[in-house]
Protein backbone atom coordinates (compact mmCIF):
# COMPACT_ATOMS: atom_id res chain seq x y z
CA UNK A 1 0.00 0.00 0.00
CA UNK A 2 1.02 3.33 -0.94
CA UNK A 3 1.95 6.08 2.24
CA UNK A 4 1.05 9.40 1.84
CA UNK A 5 2.81 11.62 5.05
CA UNK A 6 1.33 15.02 5.43
CA UNK A 7 3.50 17.02 7.33
CA UNK A 8 2.02 20.29 8.33
CA UNK A 9 1.05 23.08 11.09
CA UNK A 10 -2.14 23.50 12.89
CA UNK A 11 -4.42 23.64 10.02
CA UNK A 12 -3.20 19.87 9.31
CA UNK A 13 -3.34 18.89 12.87
CA UNK A 14 -7.18 20.43 12.69
CA UNK A 15 -7.30 23.37 14.81
CA UNK A 16 -11.19 24.42 15.08
CA UNK A 17 -11.08 28.58 15.14
CA UNK A 18 -14.38 28.87 17.36
CA UNK A 19 -13.35 26.12 20.40
CA UNK A 20 -9.12 26.24 19.95
CA UNK A 21 -9.80 22.41 19.80
CA UNK A 22 -8.82 19.51 17.55
CA UNK A 23 -11.62 18.46 14.65
CA UNK A 24 -12.27 14.59 14.96
CA UNK A 25 -10.21 12.69 12.20
CA UNK A 26 -13.00 12.44 9.99
CA UNK A 27 -13.57 15.96 9.79
CA UNK A 28 -9.98 17.59 9.23
CA UNK A 29 -8.23 17.64 5.76
CA UNK A 30 -5.56 14.45 6.39
CA UNK A 31 -8.21 12.32 7.82
CA UNK A 32 -10.44 12.64 5.33
CA UNK A 33 -8.03 11.87 2.53
CA UNK A 34 -7.66 8.86 4.05
CA UNK A 35 -11.38 7.84 3.43
CA UNK A 36 -11.21 8.99 -0.02
CA UNK A 37 -7.93 7.55 -0.79
CA UNK A 38 -8.72 3.67 0.64
CA UNK A 39 -5.60 2.62 -1.73
CA UNK A 40 -3.49 4.69 0.29
CA UNK A 41 -1.94 4.62 3.71
CA UNK A 42 -2.43 8.75 5.14
CA UNK A 43 -0.53 9.75 8.06
CA UNK A 44 -1.02 12.78 10.05
CA UNK A 45 1.74 14.60 11.45
CA UNK A 46 0.48 18.63 11.99
CA UNK A 47 1.42 20.10 14.84
CA UNK A 48 -0.04 23.65 16.50
CA UNK A 49 2.10 26.76 15.96
CA UNK A 50 4.83 24.55 13.87
CA UNK A 51 7.40 26.76 12.06
CA UNK A 52 8.85 25.59 9.29
CA UNK A 53 12.18 27.65 8.31
CA UNK A 54 13.01 29.12 11.75
CA UNK A 55 13.85 27.56 14.85
CA UNK A 56 10.58 27.25 17.34
CA UNK A 57 11.11 28.53 20.71
CA UNK A 58 8.54 26.04 21.82
CA UNK A 59 10.53 23.10 21.12
CA UNK A 60 11.78 20.31 18.29
CA UNK A 61 8.33 19.13 17.25
CA UNK A 62 7.36 22.61 16.67
CA UNK A 63 10.23 23.51 14.65
CA UNK A 64 8.98 21.74 11.60
CA UNK A 65 12.50 21.67 9.67
CA UNK A 66 14.61 20.39 12.59
CA UNK A 67 12.17 17.77 13.14
CA UNK A 68 11.52 16.28 9.97
CA UNK A 69 14.61 14.29 9.76
CA UNK A 70 14.54 13.21 13.16
CA UNK A 71 10.83 11.63 11.86
CA UNK A 72 12.08 10.53 8.55
CA UNK A 73 14.66 8.15 10.59
CA UNK A 74 11.94 5.70 11.69
CA UNK A 75 9.52 6.42 8.67
CA UNK A 76 11.63 5.76 5.33
CA UNK A 77 9.04 4.23 3.26
CA UNK A 78 7.45 7.29 2.93
CA UNK A 79 5.52 7.66 -1.42
CA UNK A 80 4.39 10.98 -1.02
CA UNK A 81 4.92 13.79 1.16
CA UNK A 82 2.88 16.72 1.40
CA UNK A 83 4.20 19.70 3.24
CA UNK A 84 1.66 22.11 4.47
CA UNK A 85 4.37 24.59 6.33
CA UNK A 86 5.26 28.47 6.35
CA UNK A 87 1.80 29.96 7.98
CA UNK A 88 3.82 30.24 11.11
CA UNK A 89 6.77 31.86 9.93
CA UNK A 90 5.28 35.09 9.08
CA UNK A 91 4.52 35.73 12.89
CA UNK A 92 6.22 38.97 14.48
CA UNK A 93 8.74 36.75 16.01
CA UNK A 94 10.67 35.64 12.63
CA UNK A 95 11.91 37.77 10.06
CA UNK A 96 10.11 35.83 7.08
CA UNK A 97 11.34 36.98 3.81
CA UNK A 98 11.79 35.13 0.18
CA UNK A 99 15.50 34.07 0.92
CA UNK A 100 14.42 32.17 4.45
CA UNK A 101 11.43 30.45 2.70
CA UNK A 102 14.25 29.02 -0.91
CA UNK A 103 16.56 27.79 2.12
CA UNK A 104 13.71 26.84 4.07
CA UNK A 105 11.67 24.68 1.55
CA UNK A 106 15.17 23.07 -0.22
CA UNK A 107 16.10 22.09 3.28
CA UNK A 108 13.11 20.44 3.55
CA UNK A 109 12.89 19.03 0.15
CA UNK A 110 16.65 17.81 0.52
CA UNK A 111 15.67 16.07 4.06
CA UNK A 112 12.83 13.85 2.36
CA UNK A 113 14.92 12.68 -0.57
CA UNK A 114 17.77 12.26 1.18
CA UNK A 115 15.51 9.89 2.78
CA UNK A 116 13.89 8.62 -0.07
CA UNK A 117 14.88 10.11 -3.49
CA UNK A 118 11.63 8.48 -4.51
CA UNK A 119 9.34 10.02 -2.36
CA UNK A 120 7.20 12.45 -4.51
CA UNK A 121 6.76 16.53 -2.95
CA UNK A 122 3.20 17.83 -3.07
CA UNK A 123 4.11 21.73 -1.73
CA UNK A 124 1.08 23.04 0.01
CA UNK A 125 1.58 26.93 0.42
CA UNK A 126 0.49 29.01 3.62
CA UNK A 127 -3.09 29.72 3.83
CA UNK A 128 -3.63 33.71 2.91
CA UNK A 129 -4.14 35.05 6.63
CA UNK A 130 -6.91 37.34 6.41
CA UNK A 131 -7.38 40.54 8.23
CA UNK A 132 -10.11 39.11 10.72
CA UNK A 133 -6.71 37.36 12.48
CA UNK A 134 -6.07 41.35 13.81
CA UNK A 135 -9.20 40.66 15.89
CA UNK A 136 -9.01 37.21 17.08
CA UNK A 137 -6.77 35.60 20.32
CA UNK A 138 -3.70 35.47 17.21
CA UNK A 139 -3.25 39.48 17.24
CA UNK A 140 -0.36 38.92 19.91
CA UNK A 141 1.73 36.40 16.85
CA UNK A 142 0.71 38.27 14.28
CA UNK A 143 0.14 41.90 13.06
CA UNK A 144 -0.23 44.09 9.82
CA UNK A 145 3.41 43.53 8.95
CA UNK A 146 2.71 39.80 9.44
CA UNK A 147 0.00 39.73 7.02
CA UNK A 148 1.69 41.90 4.20
CA UNK A 149 5.02 39.14 4.76
CA UNK A 150 2.38 35.95 4.35
CA UNK A 151 0.93 37.39 0.98
CA UNK A 152 3.41 38.72 -0.56
CA UNK A 153 6.17 35.32 -0.56
CA UNK A 154 2.98 33.35 -1.31
CA UNK A 155 4.88 32.98 -4.88
CA UNK A 156 7.68 32.05 -3.49
CA UNK A 157 6.20 28.34 -2.97
CA UNK A 158 5.37 27.66 -6.49
CA UNK A 159 8.61 28.89 -7.66
CA UNK A 160 10.62 26.23 -5.52
CA UNK A 161 8.37 23.35 -6.14
CA UNK A 162 8.87 24.04 -10.21
CA UNK A 163 12.85 24.47 -9.31
CA UNK A 164 12.96 21.06 -7.44
CA UNK A 165 10.53 19.23 -9.50
CA UNK A 166 7.95 18.83 -6.92
CA UNK A 167 3.84 19.33 -7.09
CA UNK A 168 2.31 22.48 -6.29
CA UNK A 169 -1.09 22.75 -5.40
CA UNK A 170 -2.70 25.86 -4.30
CA UNK A 171 -4.85 25.43 -1.35
CA UNK A 172 -5.84 29.36 -1.37
CA UNK A 173 -7.52 28.80 -5.18
CA UNK A 174 -10.32 26.50 -3.36
CA UNK A 175 -10.34 27.05 0.75
CA UNK A 176 -10.26 30.51 2.64
CA UNK A 177 -9.60 30.50 6.49
CA UNK A 178 -12.66 31.52 8.74
CA UNK A 179 -13.63 35.00 9.15
CA UNK A 180 -13.26 33.90 13.19
CA UNK A 181 -9.64 34.10 13.24
CA UNK A 182 -8.70 34.75 9.55
CA UNK A 183 -5.74 31.94 10.10
CA UNK A 184 -7.66 28.76 10.48
CA UNK A 185 -10.12 26.24 8.23
CA UNK A 186 -13.58 25.26 8.77
CA UNK A 187 -15.09 22.27 8.59
CA UNK A 188 -16.61 22.76 5.64
CA UNK A 189 -12.85 23.91 3.86
CA UNK A 190 -11.14 21.39 5.76
CA UNK A 191 -14.02 18.61 3.52
CA UNK A 192 -13.51 20.49 0.31
CA UNK A 193 -9.71 20.59 0.54
CA UNK A 194 -9.57 17.06 0.89
CA UNK A 195 -11.70 16.30 -1.96
CA UNK A 196 -9.90 18.60 -4.79
CA UNK A 197 -6.48 17.03 -3.02
CA UNK A 198 -7.44 13.71 -3.39
CA UNK A 199 -8.24 13.86 -7.05
CA UNK A 200 -5.02 15.19 -7.27
CA UNK A 201 -3.34 12.73 -5.38
CA UNK A 202 -4.51 10.32 -7.92
CA UNK A 203 -2.67 12.36 -10.93
CA UNK A 204 0.92 11.76 -9.18
CA UNK A 205 3.04 8.50 -10.58
CA UNK A 206 4.80 7.33 -7.72
CA UNK A 207 7.74 4.99 -8.28
CA UNK A 208 7.87 1.44 -7.35
CA UNK A 209 9.35 0.87 -3.89
CA UNK A 210 12.98 -1.25 -4.07
CA UNK A 211 12.59 -3.99 -1.77
Known sequence: ???????GDSNTFGFIPKTCGRYEKSERWSGILSELLPDYQVVEEGMNN???????PE???????????????????????ILSLGTNDSQIFYNLDEESIRKGLQRLIDTIHETNLRTEVVIL????IMP????SGF??????????????????FEQVAKENGCEFFDVNEIVTPSEVDGLHY????HKLLAQYL??????ISVLPRIL
Open 1 to 7: MKKILCY
Open 139 to 156: SMMFDKESIKRNHNTLSV
Open 50 to 56: RTGFFTN
Open 125 to 128: PPVR
Open 198 to 203: AEFVKT
Open 132 to 135: YILN
Open 59 to 81: GLKQSGGDYLSVYLQNHKDIDIC
Open 186 to 189: TKES
